[in-house]
């Protein structure tokens, strides 16, 4: 029997092996602007968190999430990221995201990469969002590493246009030397853009063009669980469009790290060869891919039950005309709460004394994300501590 067929549970005197992974999980809050610093500890399991994508476990949390999954014999080892629960996780998102096979990677960053660099081959062109994550976010990757050229469409804005893409195509094919565009990749929602969506009829007509020109497509789907409890459209209908797909698993599903990238066998097969030589092949992923599996099947309901509690939150909240729920145009689960003569640095220590964490000011307000942390509190808790934290201000 070979070692990717042994996939023993994984027993309690395995997690000596877990050391800096659960410590990984402390800093997801801080990523992008993250909170305002507290001076009072908060409690983390009741804590209602606006900045995240997901819930914010702690690494004692995470640890000790891990140890009941393996208790009840849910966790399997995997060999180098291949195997054991890796591929539960693999089977299980490949599934949701209407793919025949995927493929786990590290960071999201690595499979649009991978999805990338793979689809276009000699096509070495690439369409994709001026304020995508790829194009803004990834410090020229696949220009250096995999010498794709990327055309950015459609300036800071969420969505770029079929008009301007049939453009850029027939200027690539009537060039002193002819070439084809090799991919046309989309993300939605966009982070850049306070996760707003790309519209359903717009993406389709792109992708269809695409395939009747012979032009690959790529989702990225980071945030793609996310847009399907907005617009009650399945990840799999999403992932039916694109050739390839991927979403993240420590946004909705608090993983410590991780994504998975679906498409066809073919597309997915011996992948994980090209993940090594981009030293991705890390030794032991369990830890990642057991979390994600035990948020997935559940995560689309209780986001909806944690948007009901926002919108009781934000309607009882906006009756001090002080304060005002503004919800971003095409948006998704980020909305703005401005505010009129209210000190933003009192109302954010007053919410942290109550286990709720805003989010580092802007001009005018906070941007709240809502998520499932809604659930650790009624609504009528969640808006009693506002109204006492309005209250406390004055």
């Known amino acids: 029997m070979s070692i990717l067929e042994k996939k023993n549970p994984m027993h309690r005197r395995d997690f000596v092996k877990l050391g800096s992974i659960i410590a990984a999980t402390a800093v997801h809050s801080e990523v992008y602007g993250g909170g305002i610093p507290q001076k009072r500890a908060m409690t983390v399991s009741k804590t209602v968190d606006f900045i995240n994508d997901g819930v914010p476990l702690s690494p004692k949390e995470y640890g000790e999430l891990l140890m009941k999954l393996a208790d009840e014999g849910k966790i399997k080892t995997d060999f180098y990221s291949n195997g054991g629960v890796v591929e539960e996780l693999e089977n299980r998102f490949a ?169 066809s066998k073919e597309f997915t097969q011996d992948l994980f060869h090209e993940r090594r030589m981009f030293g991705a092949g890390i030794p032991a992923v369990w830890p990642f891919a057991a979390v994600a599996l035990h948020y997935v099947d559940s995560w689309i309901e209780e986001y909806k039950s944690a948007w009901q509690k926002a919108e009781y939150l934000f309607s009882e909240i906006q009756k001090d005309e002080r304060y005002k729920i503004v919800k971003y145009q095409n948006g998704s689960h980020i909305v703005h709460l401005d505010l009129k003569n209210i000190d933003k640095k009192r109302l954010s220590d007053a919410l942290a004394k109550r286990n709720i964490r805003l989010s580092a000011p802007d001009a005018t307000g906070f941007n709240l994300k809502v998520n499932i942390s809604m659930n650790r509190m009624t609504a009528q808790e969640i808006t009693g501590s506002f109204k006492e934290a309005m209250k406390e201000v004055g």
Do not use: W
């Open 95 to 263: 599934k949701l995201m209407g793919k025949e096979s995927s493929v786990f990677m590290p960071t999201g960053t690595l499979a649009n990469h991978m999805a990338l660099r793979r689809l276009a081959g000699n096509n070495r062109r690439v369409i994709l969002q001026e304020q995508s994550h790829i194009y803004q976010d990834t410090g020229d990757g696949c220009q250096t590493l995999s010498a794709l050229n990327l055309i950015p469409l459609g300036l800071n804005t969420t969505e770029m246009t079929l008009a301007e893409i049939e453009e850029v195509v027939d200027k690539t094919g009537k060039g002193r030397v002819a070439l084809k565009l090799g991919v046309i990749s989309i993300e939605s929602p966009v982070r850049r853009q306070q996760d707003t969506l790309f519209a359903f009829q717009n993406m389709k007509a792109i992708t269809a063009y695409a395939k009747a020109n012979g032009i690959k497509t790529h989702l990225d789907g980071a945030r793609l669980f996310i847009q399907s409890a907005h617009t009650g459209i399945d990840p799999a209908s999403y992932g039916a469009m694109f050739d390839t797909s991927f979403t993240s698993i420590c946004k909705c599903f608090n993983a410590a790290s991780g994504a998975v990238l679906a498409g």
